[in-house]
């Protein structure tokens, strides 16, 4: 249960920050209305059209696409100002560690470095 909640909070909140890169704050919400989840951006119904990946963003948009998303925050800058001058929306990946890797989930101290490292990966973002 703390997984996935985990997963959907950073997945939002990496799609706000590349949003802010591009015009400013944009909110983004997952909103529950008659049993179903739906994404909404700027208030509106927002639905991802995208590929994974920062290379081609000019292909995403040229097949219709609204949004890329990546693995990590390695080279956000150039590809938030590409997707910008795309028209394209971007979810910054975070590497989070994985149990199938050793990552113990439920060792409080080791999700807590973990959740530093994260949130210091996300803040350098909003500044750049």
């Known amino acids: 249960m703390m997984k996935p909640l985990l997963t959907l909070t950073l997945a939002l909140l990496t799609l706000t920050t590349a949003t802010y890169a ?7 919400e997952v909103r529950q209305t008659n049993g179903r989840y739906e994404l909404r951006r700027g208030g509106q119904p927002y639905f991802i ?8 963003p000019e ?3 040229a097949y219709g696409g609204n949004s890329l998303r990546t693995w990590s925050t390695n080279g956000a800058e150039k590809v938030l100002a590409e997707a910008r001058q795309n028209g394209l929306t971007v ?4 590497d989070v560690a994985r149990e199938r890797h050793g990552f113990d989930y439920n060792n409080p101290q080791a999700v807590a470095a973990q959740l530093a ?10 500044s750049e």
């Open 91 to 94: 979810m910054l990946g975070l």
């Open 49 to 56: 059209k995208g590929a994974g990946g920062g290379q081609f």
């Open 22 to 28: 591009q015009t400013g704050p944009v909110k983004v």
């Open 117 to 126: 490292k994260v949130r210091a990966e996300v803040l350098k973002s909003l």
């Open 59 to 61: 292909r995403v948009r």
